[in-house]
């Protein structure tokens, strides 16, 4: 299958364009700019110069694919209405024409679940950082009316390869001598490692039913404190930690500071059952205190 990615240079994108080769599939990537493009073509992925900002230059390249996979994000304070405008133009490319869609949303959109193990069926409550998801996952998941295999995938917490968000408490710990969190850290997260959701997202474009929709989250979630307990560790700190209380740090994060105190514990359970998604990988941990984060 020739596959279309955006975000192909990005953290999850990297991940899921060396997946697809693997798995025999043919990769082109979406690139802002000539470097970049220079960087897919020595992975071995066709470079397609666009942007995102232009959504035209991501529909002709969508058009002539077999499937397209977007992972790109803007990170930024348009990041609802960029999103939205490519994913709208994508699927008017692809409209009836049964190739498959994959979008990635994530699990910040069912807000914090408590002692509640989410999944699939419960109702979304998102946290103002990623409210404007929701709304993108729901015209997605539409178009299985109108001609196209679409497939939405909420990734938890990505880490491995010493990236990710857990790169955050390792750098503190390096630089102040404790690895810092916000909150209390007794808030729960989930995670998933880098290469096993790209091994999600292979299953879900060879297999998965129009209209899917799949949480990406693999063993049980973890108490804030003890995963930066963990980077402390893996970075030599000593397993020290320091609590950055919350309003102080809506001063200098805003919104994502709010994520940050999520309290979640998600279900992977369809994606096992439906795609047979078996993740391997060590848990983050472990990771952190032995992996790949502290090279």
Known sequence: MEVFLTGATGYIGTAVAEALQKAGHK????????????????????????????????????????????????????????????????????????????????????GSTGDRVADEITPVNPTPLVAHRPGIEQEVL??????????????????????GMPTAFTQSARET??????????????FVDDDDLAQLYVLALEKGPA???????????????????????????????QAIPLEEARKTMGAFADALVLDQQISSEKARKELGWAPRAASVVEDLKTGSYTR
């Open 142 to 163: 539409g178009y299985k009316s109108r001609g196209v295999r679409a497939i939405v995938i909420r990734p938890a917490v990505v880490y491995g390869r010493g990236k």
């Open 177 to 190: 001598g404790a690895a810092r969190f916000v909150g209390d850290g007794q808030s729960r997260w989930a």
């Open 27 to 110: 990769v082109s990537g979406l690139a802002r700019n000539a470097e970049r493009a220079k960087l897919l073509e020595a992975r071995g992925v066709r470079a397609v110069v666009g942007d995102l900002l232009e959504p035209e230059t991501v529909a002709a390249a969508a058009g002539k694919a077999d499937g397209v996979i977007h992972t790109a994000n803007t990170n930024d304070a348009n990041a609802g209405h960029v999103d939205a405008a490519v994913v709208r133009t994508i699927l008017k490319t692809l409209e009836g024409s049964g190739k498959p869609f994959l979008y990635t949303s994530g699990v910040w959109v069912l």
């Open 211 to 241: 209209g899917s929709l799949y949480n990406a989250a693999q063993g049980p979630s973890f108490r804030v404190r003890e995963v930066a307990e963990a980077a402390s560790i893996g970075a030599g700190a000593g397993g020290k930690t």
